[in-house]
């Protein structure tokens, strides 16, 4: 079997290149590879069009500072600022 | 006042910064005690940095250059060892793909369950169940895919810092995103 024809029936490889794209570069060949495999198989485009909005809604996920984020509760708050006082003074 | 901006107050640290840095940490180590240490580790740590403080950034930049650097020491510890939790998670995708040729298998095969269309970048719910997803990762995993994904720091850097190499950094990527989709896809249905 030639590469090709190998790529072309191996969703495991295309969805490592499909992965790989998105954050780096892929060589010529394995850019006409995934393409051909793409072209040929629905469950990779799938699973390609959910890859990127997965990445895109991490990245907001991580970003973003939402209302309603977690909290320090107050008493903890006191009590650090309290040590960091008690390290000011010790200087 | 951009030059103003740019000092240090640590009397009002923990008023003006403690809850950021703990949202902050809280998504990256998702422990809420152990969240709650780096935080003040992070303080204690920049006090005695104060000297140091050229005023470059600004204070809560700098703050939180101190925490990312003790993320990244905890990442490095937890993902050290045995690795048993890397094992568990690709055993999981092991039924994915056929063994002799790649192809998906019908059971596991990506299907369209909604995050195409929804709105999910304001979508609460979904965040919720992504954030679920993201603590099942191994720890490794967890700490390459977040270093690269939120704080989009350098390939080789991570590859140093978490050591492992160019070709399994990619090898983690990949198998990172083949769970964390099938457990999105799992529980939003």
């Known amino acids: 079997m030639s590469q090709l024809k190998k ?19 892929i060589t010529f060949r394995e850019h006409i590879e995934l393409r051909i495999h793409l072209m040929g198989c629905s469950v990779c485009r799938i699973y390609g069009k959910q890859s990127r909005i997965i990445n895109d809604m991490v990245r907001q996920l991580f970003k973003s500072s939402m209302p309603g984020e977690a909290k320090l509760d107050d008493s903890f708050k006191k009590e650090l600022q309290e040590r ?8 | ?34 969240a709650k240490d780096l935080v003040q580790e992070t303080f204690l740590a920049a006090l005695e940095k104060v000297d140091r403080f050229e005023g470059k950034s600004s204070e809560r930049t700098w703050l939180t250059a101190i925490l ?35 192809h998906w298998r019908s059971a596991h095969a990506p299907q369209t ?18 954030q679920m997803c993201l603590q099942k990762l191994p720890a490794l995993w967890m ?42 896809q799992r529980n939003w249905e």
Not at chain 1, 9 to 25: D, G, H, P, Q
Not at chain 2, 1 to 24: C, G
Not at chain 2, 73 to 97: T, W
């Open chain 1, 7 to 25: 790529i072309q029936y191996n969703c495991k490889k295309a969805t490592f290149l499909i992965e790989k794209k998105m954050l780096s570069r």
């Open chain 1, 84 to 91: 960091i006082e008690i390290e000011l003074n010790k200087n």
């Open chain 2, 1 to 34: 006042m951009s030059a103003e901006s740019n000092q240090l107050d640590p009397h009002t640290w923990v008023k003006s910064h403690a809850d950021y840095l703990y949202a902050y940490t809280i998504k990256r180590i998702s422990d809420e005690e152990q």
């Open chain 2, 68 to 102: 990312k650097n003790k993320i990244i020491d905890v990442y490095r510890k937890k993902s050290s060892g045995l690795r048993k939790d890397v094992q568990a998670a690709e055993h999981e995708q092991e039924d994915f793909f056929e063994h002799d040729d790649g």
């Open chain 2, 113 to 130: 369950f909604g995050i195409e269309d929804v709105d999910h970048l304001v979508n609460k719910e979904f965040n919720s169940i992504l």
């Open chain 2, 143 to 184: 700490a390459v895919f977040t270093m690269k994904h939120m704080d989009d720091a350098d390939t080789t850097l991570i590859c140093s810092e978490l050591k492992v190499t160019p070709s399994n950094f990619w090898v983690i990527i990949h198998r990172t995103k083949l769970n964390l989709r099938a457990c999105l």
